[in-house]
């Protein structure tokens, strides 16, 4: 009977055509030269019920074999073959938000309270944790999205209560949700993974970026050297080098994994910098400090004058694709450039013209040139920070 063929090529599993043939052409040569195996005659269609469970178990065969090939598993076979390189897919997470709640004097707002986006009543978000008021007035809360993944709420949105409580009059976000992931797709992991291995090798400047990258929370990570014996403009001390984190608002990767990073792919001899530190554990089981810092937030103000016609989607629209710009553009480190986010505005349907976009760090910005971003700093932008003067 025809098999599975493993060579240099890899695997041939048979066809349920091929099977049948060879299951009839072996009848044939052990049974009787004569026998009828037409698919009509009974045999033969015994024959085809035979080959369809064989086909079944060469499935499987090929499942299996693909499953140890990362460009060819998927899902969960994918997820574990990723493992066999260190490579940890990313876990879907839902979007959090800051919000002020007003509510009467001594008035307990138990977590679980749903609120939604105003004129999205599926946008559903959760109170983290019980608030208690002593006297009458807005109270900060946390709240997290109902659902995983990139939930938006931005700025001034998520003001409508969806479970009314006696005492609780009101809510309202003053700044944009910091948006969650959905799980890693297949693609994107492989991509990943296969960037991973190629940055991992030894302790160089990218194989570092890289492991810190890893760690949970961390969303980007500018590395500095000095490879100089004296300090230099950044105020490295000589050999040393600097990681500059941005773990989000909410910091939310912890000192000591980003420690543990950092030792795990350091080269030896050379030293970490910083203003922060976590502890990291040798093979040994010997507790080591490293340093490194966090970016400094620095919110900016943006306006823009524009000129749109009717195609325009409207200035939430126009707000949004500014800030998701800048969310994967403005890594620690990296200056605010006008001309960036001009054309950012003129890609959005309806924008017929820019005439002026204004910088600055302080509310009605009237910086008409590139904001200036040092190295352990990083900008930080928000829809209730951006304006939209339309003519």
């Known amino acids: 009977m025809t098999a599975p063929v493993f060579d240099e090529t890899g695997l041939t599993v048979p066809t349920v055509t091929q099977t049948i043939e060879q299951i009839n052409q072996d009848q044939r040569d052990t049974i009787d030269a ?35 090939d990362p ?20 876990k879907p997470k ?32 959760s109170l983290d944790a019980d608030v208690t008021s002593t006297t009458a007035g807005d109270y900060e809360s946390n709240w997290t999205a109902k659902e995983s993944g990139p939930t938006i709420a931005n700025s001034g949105t998520l ?38 291995l190629q940055k991992a090798g030894g302790a160089t400047p990218g194989g570092i970026t890289s492991q810190i990258d890893s760690a949970v929370g961390v969303i980007s990570v500018q590395l500095y050297e000095n490879t100089a014996l ?52 040798d093979t040994e089981g010997v507790q080591h400090t490293m340093y490194f810092s966090r970016a400094v937030q ?13 195609d325009y989607g409207g200035d939430d629209l126009l707000e ?9 553009t403005q890594v620690p480190g990296v200056d605010v450039i006008k001309a960036y986010y001009s054309s950012v505005a003129m890609n959005q349907s309806g924008v017929t013209n820019v005439f002026q976009v204004r910088l600055g760090f302080a509310v009605s910005p009237t910086l008409s040139a590139d904001i200036a971003i040092g190295t ?4 930080e932008f928000d829809t209730s920070r951006v304006e939209i003067f339309r003519s």
Request: include cysteine; charged fraction near 20%.
């Open 376 to 379: 352990r700093e990083r900008a």
């Open 298 to 310: 620095r919110d900016v103000w943006i306006e823009l004058d524009i000129e749109t016609n009717e």
């Open 94 to 125: 839902a979007s959090s938000v800051v919000c002020l709640i007003d509510l009467d004097a001594t008035t307990t707002l138990l977590a679980g309270s749903e609120a939604h986006v105003v004129n999205e009543p599926d946008n559903l978000w």
């Open 230 to 281: 004296l300090p230099d403009i950044n105020g490295l001390p000589g050999k040393s080098f600097e990681n500059v984190v941005w773990d989000g608002t909410s910091q939310d990767a912890t000192d000591d994994e980003i420690a543990q990073a950092i030792w795990d792919s350091r080269a030896g001899g050379i030293e970490s910098f910083g203003n922060t530190s976590g502890i990291a554990t």
């Open 320 to 328: 949004l694709a500014i800030v998701t710009a800048a969310t994967s």
């Open 159 to 196: 003001k409508a209560i969806a479970t009314p409580q006696a005492g609780w009059n009101g809510i309202t976000n003053p700044l944009d949700a910091n948006v969650g992931n959905n799980e890693e797709s297949d693609t994107s992991a492989r991509v990943n993974r296969e960037e991973q």
């Open 34 to 68: 004569g026998i009828v195996t037409d698919e009509t005659e009974p045999q033969g269609q015994l024959n085809g019920i035979f080959a369809n469970f064989v086909r079944w178990a060469y499935e499987l065969i090929e499942t299996l074999y693909e499953s140890l």
């Open 71 to 90: 460009w060819a598993a998927e899902g969960v076979f994918l997820t574990n073959v990723l493992t066999l390189t260190g490579y940890v897919r990313q």
